[in-house]
């Protein structure tokens, strides 16, 4: 059995800490198979240090973690489109 996106559990519902993991972005729980372990994040890395455990990696679930490889793929398209630009621009001899 197989969800696509792992729902955050209910406001209602008490996270059990064995099970569920806090995203590190959107502080919601998780069951610890709907994210991933990746680096902090440093402007929350102070908040869940205070939580305190040991580990330098942070819970992220599936969702943020899409969000954050969207957000990569759109640098990477601004800086190809700037590349083409300047290669264009090149070619039509304005720039030496
Ligand atoms: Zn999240």
């Known amino acids: 059995m ?11 519902e008490l996270p059990d800490r064995e099970i ?14 709907g994210g991933r372990l990746v680096p902090p994040e440093t402007k929350t890395t102070f908040l869940f240090r205070i939580g ?14 899409r969000r954050r490889r969207a957000t990569k793929g759109g640098i990477w398209a601004v800086f190809l489109g700037l590349v083409g630009m300047i290669l264009i621009l090149e070619k039509l001899g304005l720039i030496k």
């Open 2 to 12: 197989e969800r696509s996106v792992s729902e955050p559990l209910a406001a209602g």
């Open 20 to 33: 569920h993991a806090i995203c590190q972005r959107c502080g919601k729980w998780f069951e610890q198979t």
């Open 52 to 65: 305190g455990g040991g580990s330098p990696y942070r819970f992220q679930c599936d969702r943020c973690s």
